[in-house]
């Protein structure tokens, strides 16, 4: 009994002594943070017109000279803050002059030494200012440790400094061919992070997709996803035949969407396509590209298995005109008394009803007109719907 007791106040003297340490590390840690937020105030007070200056110069022909003053280490790492975010936010000349003054101000040499000489958070955190300062020379050490590096979260942030610092191409395929071999799966963010590279991207999506490797095409395709030109679909058109479902889809939607005509041949083969999503794509292209050429394309879609498909078919025909609202209208009479019959009818009359309230716009009094005439005259025995002058 005497015994418990003595252990019991041994330990509640145990946990006193350990709640005293604790307290004392928080404030410690609490104190520290309050003095260097007054250092970097009276920093902030103290650097101000030497920033107006910068400013004032920045588009200069020489960049802005150091500031006439010594700098200790946190006011240095307020600069190099300050610095960070204007070399992210300008370009061209500007953003030149604050690499220079970087280098003059001796954080480039500074963070090289660390990203070779330090511990691994050192090293990390002077990857991630040498890449947002772009520092060239610094790329052959980032490479080195992103290829040693184990996977996890600071992974990219080494492989976005390398984009960033890159001197050429090979370097940017560098780094991708590093991480793929890590992990597959974060396409975008890899094409995110190679768009911060100083290189045409274009050209490289574009090589990528003719790599052998899925994982290269699927890089190439998700950077090639918002580029609209011609020469882009015809580099894409291969993959549309690719055995890879998501290959051929992410294909399809670019060259939809790059085209200003679809060859009839390509829409009666995308039309066949067995993934739904890619015949839902192809008419809704043909409906944004206004290709009254195919209305008689689209008819037949309005009866595919698909509900997806044939709703994004009526709702194409609707905007292919007097011509495609008549189809629109003359197939659902035929289907009438079916569910797809049901369906379509029920889709015309809340556009009609939409429509009607839009009546001040031009086009869509035209619009609403031809649809009230020929929903009247196949569909509308019984519902007299009036048109509008």
């Known amino acids: ?31 520290k943070s309050m003095k260097r937020t007054r250092m970097e105030r009276r920093f902030e007070v103290k650097i101000k017109d030497y920033f107006t200056y910068v400013l004032v110069n920045i588009e200069g022909k020489e960049p802005p000279h150091a500031p006439p003053f010594s700098l200790n280490r946190v ?29 003059r101000l001796g954080l480039v040499q500074y963070h090289l030494d660390r990203l070779n000489k330090g511990s691994y958070s050192v090293k990390i955190d002077a990857a991630y200012h040498l890449g947002c300062m772009r520092v060239q020379e610094a790329v052959p050490a980032l490479l080195k440790l992103l290829q040693t590096h184990k996977r996890n979260s600071s992974l990219f942030v080494i492989a976005r400094s390398i984009a960033k610092c890159a001197r050429d191409e090979q370097d940017v395929k560098d780094m991708v061919e590093i991480l793929l071999r890590h992990n597959k799966g974060f396409y975008d963010l890899l094409v995110d992070m190679i768009k911060e590279a100083d290189i045409d991207h274009g050209a490289l999506f574009a090589e990528f997709i003719q790599r052998k490797s899925n ?6 395709l998700c950077g090639l996803k918002d580029y609209t030109q ?11 035949d690719s055995p890879d479902r998501t290959i ?44 009254v050429a195919y209305i008689d394309v689209m008819r037949d879609a309005l009866l595919d298995e698909s509900k997806r498909v044939s709703d994004a078919s009526a709702r194409g025909l609707l905007l292919l005109g007097e011509e495609g609202i008549a189809k629109l209208c003359g197939v659902t009479a035929e289907v009438r008394g079916s569910e797809q019959g049901g369906y379509l009818q029920m889709l015309i009359e809340e556009e009609i009803k939409s429509l009607s309230m839009q009546l001040h716009d031009l086009d869509q009094l035209t619009r609403y007109n031809s649809l009230a005439y020929h929903y009247e005259k196949t569909l509308g025995k019984n519902k007299r719907i009036y048109r509008v002058v």
């Open 230 to 240: 011609p020469t882009v679909a015809s580099a894409v058109y291969r993959l549309i």
């Open 215 to 220: 994982e290269f095409i699927q890089i190439g």
């Open 248 to 291: 051929q889809y992410k294909a399809v939607e670019i060259y939809l969407k790059s085209v200003h005509f679809i060859p009839r041949n390509v829409v009666q083969k995308l039309l066949q396509h067995p993934m739904d999503e890619v015949r839902v794509l192809t008419v809704q292209a043909i409906a944004d590209l206004k290709l």
């Open 1 to 31: 009994m005497y015994i418990n007791i003595e252990v019991a106040i041994k330990f509640l003297y145990v946990l006193i002594i350990l709640n005293l340490v604790f307290a004392v590390v928080v404030y410690a840690m609490k104190f």
């Open 75 to 103: 006011e240095q790492e307020v600069m190099q803050e300050r610095l960070n975010d204007m070399i992210e936010n300008f370009t061209g000349t500007p953003r030149e002059n604050c690499m220079e003054l970087c280098q």
